[in-house]
């Protein structure tokens, strides 16, 4: 794979991961998300939504709040409960995302991400 990033000069500073990769002519996992970034940052400055673990830590901020079990009942179900909790909000989202990785023929992506949502 011929890309501009994965020229290493020298093996000074690399993991094992990064050497073996270089040999073999084969990114690392961290090679991949970078170039992926870099190549979605179009894409992703033009998204209009916030930070999606924005959102789960404000309701990780209100458990400081809690001082009873009905309150925490409350802010556990929006987060642990059905429908459209956080977390049945992230099923939905990693189920998705392993129905567009099989579409779009990434098998290796689509089964960790659809164990993920299990």
């Known amino acids: 794979m011929s890309h501009p990033d994965f020229e290493l000069y020298d093996n000074v500073g690399r993991s094992t991961e990064q ?13 991949l998300h970078r170039w992926a970034a870099y190549n979605a940052k179009q894409f992703t400055d033009a998204l209009t939504i916030e930070d999606a673990g ?8 209100q458990l400081y709040r809690v001082r009873t079990t009905a309150e925490f009942q409350a802010v556990a179900q929006a987060v642990l409960g059905d429908g ?3 977390l049945g909000e992230l099923h939905q989202f990693l189920e998705t995302a392993a129905e567009w990785c ?14 993920s949502s299990r």
């Open 19 to 31: 050497i073996s990769a270089y040999r073999t002519n084969r990114p690392t996992a961290d090679d």
């Open 84 to 86: 459209h909790s956080g």
């Open 54 to 61: 924005q959102s789960i830590t404000a309701w990780t901020h």
């Open 102 to 115: 099989e579409r779009n023929q990434e098998p290796d992506i689509a089964a960790p991400t659809r164990r």
